[in-house]
C-alpha cells in the first residue's frame, strides 16, 4: 500500500489529505500514517465489506434513464476526508449568515419586496423565474423562515479557501448518506478513529425533528409529523423513509392524507383520522396541492395550501422557497447579506456572469472555451456545460441556447477544484470533489458537521453527482490542535 501512496501526486490542485511535497498534511497524519501501513490485500478486503455493508443496509439511490428506473448502490470511497474544527466554525458562521439573509429575501419578495424597491435586485429577474409562486403573496410561516432545510454547495479553490457553488433551497436531498457514510467507515475501519475527536453527524435526525417541531401550530409534546414522499419510485425514497424513522415519524403518500372541512390537514390511519401539525415536503410543490398548482398531480393533497395559508399546518420547506433556489439570484446573495443583515459576507461566493445582462452575455459568448456554464433551475449535474472539457460543437450549442433564452443561463470561471486521495482499482489516485453541508432552521439555527462530500470519480472530471457517475466519502471535523 505504501508504494501506492509514494506514487501520488498532488501538486497540481489544492489537496485536502496531501502537501505538494508528499507529505500528509497535519490534520491527516493519523489516518494516513494507518492506511499506508494496510496491505493491499486488507485495504481491498475493506472495500468489499463496505459494498457488503452497503447492500445489506440497503443504501441506494434511483437512476432515471431511457431504459428506465435503476436502483443502485450508493458509490462509497473509504478514505476519509479530514477538516479541522477550527476552520469548519468559519464555514458554520458563515452558512448560518448566508440562510438567514436568504430567509429574509424570500419572506420580502412575497410580502413588501423592498429590495426591488431599494434597486438590490432586479425584480424582473425574480418575478419572472417559474420558480416565483404568486400563491405565496401575503404568507407568513413561523419564525419567518421559509427555507427550513438547505443544503448549499461548497467547493475548495486552487488556495484552499471554501466557496459556496450553489443553495439547493426547494427539497434538498443527501444528508441520509451523510450520515450513513459514518456508519460505513466505523464498521469496516474501526481503528482510523482511534487518534481523532470527530464531531457526530448521527444526531441529524433528532436536530431536523426538533427543528420541525417547532413549526407545529398546536402547542403539543410531540407534534404529529409526516414525510410527505412521491413513493418508491423517487430517486431519493431511501432518504426519506431513513428519516422518518429516524425522527419517528409517519412516511406518508398524498393519498394518506386529506384536508377537512376544518381546513386541518388529516392522516388516514386503521384507527381513524389523526390531525397532522407538521409536513416535511419531499414533493415539488408544484405536485403539493392540485388546487393550487398543478391540477393533473396524483401525489399531493388537495387542500394543502389552503391549511398552510391557514396556519392550520406547518410545512418544510414552505411553499415559494425555491424563489431563492435559482441561480441567477444565487449572483445577488452577496447584496443580500449587506442589504438585509448589514454585515460582509463571511463565505465567498463564486464569481457569476449573467447571461440577461449584454456586456456579462457577450463575454460568456466570448470565452465559453474557459467557462462553466449552467441552466438556471436544472440540478442533480444536468444541463451543464464545462467549457475547457467540452469540443467545439458543443460550445456553438450552448452559445445558440443562451442566445434564445439569456434569462436561463449563468456562467462561471472553471474553478480548480480541490482534490482527495480516493481508492481507484488497486491505486490511490487524487479525485475532484465538493462538500453540500446541511442547515436547519427554524427558531434556532444549526450546521451539520460537515455535510456530504462527493467526490468525481473519473479522472479530470468536475462532476460529483450520484446520477453522474460519482461517488462519495466519509467527511470528518477534528477537534483539537491536529
Keep these: 500500500m505504501d508504494k501506492n501512496w509514494n506514487r501520488y501526486s498532488a501538486s497540481k490542485y489544492y489537496d485536502e489529505l496531501i502537501t505538494p511535497k508528499g507529505t500528509p498534511r497535519q490534520v491527516a497524519r493519523p489516518a494516513v500514517k494507518l492506511l499506508k501501513e494496510l496491505p493491499v490485500d486488507d485495504l481491498a478486503a475493506r472495500r468489499t465489506a463496505a459494498e457488503m455493508a452497503i447492500r445489506e443496509m440497503g443504501i441506494s439511490f434511483t437512476v432515471y434513464s431511457e431504459a428506465g428506473n435503476i436502483d443502485r448502490a450508493w458509490p462509497f470511497d473509504l478514505i476519509p476526508r479530514v477538516i479541522t474544527s477550527r476552520e469548519w466554525e468559519k464555514v458554520r458562521r458563515g452558512l448560518e449568515q448566508r440562510s438567514r439573509a436568504l430567509n429574509m429575501f424570500i419572506h420580502d419578495v412575497y410580502n413588501k419586496q423592498k429590495i426591488f424597491a431599494d434597486g438590490i435586485v432586479p425584480p424582473e429577474t425574480v418575478l419572472e423565474s417559474t420558480n416565483f409562486k404568486e400563491q405565496c403573496m401575503g404568507a407568513s410561516p413561523r419564525f419567518g423562515v421559509w427555507a427550513n432545510i438547505c443544503g448549499s454547495d461548497l467547493v475548495r479553490d486552487g488556495d484552499g479557501h471554501f466557496y459556496v457553488l450553489e ?7 443527501g444528508v441520509s448518506y451523510m450520515v450513513e457514510n459514518r456508519e460505513i467507515t466505523k464498521r469496516v475501519l474501526p481503528e482510523i478513529f482511534e487518534n481523532y475527536s470527530i464531531l457526530p453527524v448521527d444526531d441529524y435526525p433528532s436536530q431536523l425533528y426538533s427543528m420541525l417541531a417547532a413549526l407545529s401550530p398546536r402547542e403539543r409534546k410531540r407534534p404529529v409529523i409526516v414525510v410527505l414522499t412521491p413513493g418508491i419510485y423517487n430517486s431519493a425514497y431511501f432518504e426519506h423513509a431513513f428519516l422518518a424513522q429516524g425522527m419517528g415519524a409517519e412516511l406518508v403518500e398524498g393519498a394518506d392524507l386529506f384536508v377537512g372541512e376544518d381546513d386541518c390537514v388529516y392522516m388516514r390511519t386503521v384507527d381513524g383520522p389523526v390531525q397532522v401539525d407538521v409536513i416535511y415536503r419531499r414533493i415539488d410543490e408544484d405536485f403539493m396541492d392540485p388546487e393550487a398548482f398543478r391540477e393533473d398531480s396524483a401525489l399531493g393533497v388537495p387542500g394543502l395550501m389552503r391549511s398552510w395559508l391557514g396556519g392550520k ?8 422557497s425555491g ?3 435559482d441561480k441567477v439570484v444565487y449572483a445577488f446573495v452577496p447584496d443580500m447579506i449587506r442589504y438585509y443583515l448589514n454585515e460582509k459576507p463571511l463565505i465567498r461566493s463564486v464569481p457569476t456572469y449573467l447571461c440577461m445582462r449584454e456586456a456579462d452575455r457577450e463575454y460568456v459568448l466570448n470565452n465559453l472555451e474557459k467557462l462553466v456554464v449552467k441552466p438556471a433551475n ?12 467540452a469540443d467545439k460543437a458543443t460550445h456553438r450549442k450552448f452559445a445558440k441556447l443562451i442566445e434564445e433564452n439569456p434569462r436561463n443561463y449563468i456562467a462561471q470561471p ?45 479522472e479530470g472530471s468536475l462532476v460529483v453527482n450520484s446520477s453522474q457517475g460519482g461517488g462519495s466519502k466519509d467527511t470528518w471535523i ?3 490542535r491536529l
Design 323 to 325: 424563489v431563492a433556489d
Design 313 to 320: 399546518v406547518g410545512i418544510a420547506n414552505a411553499p415559494g
Design 167 to 173: 443553495d439547493n433551497l426547494r427539497v434538498p436531498s
Design 414 to 458: 472553471t474553478l480548480s477544484l480541490s482534490t482527495a486521495p480516493t481508492y481507484i482499482g488497486d491505486q490511490i489516485k487524487p479525485r475532484h470533489l465538493d462538500l453540500r453541508p446541511f442547515i436547519l432552521q427554524s427558531r434556532d439555527t444549526w450546521v451539520t458537521a460537515g455535510g456530504l462530500t462527493r467526490v468525481a470519480m473519473v
Design 478 to 480: 477534528v477537534e483539537g
Design 378 to 389: 436544472e440540478s442533480g449535474g444536468y444541463g451543464i456545460m464545462v467549457g475547457p472539457h
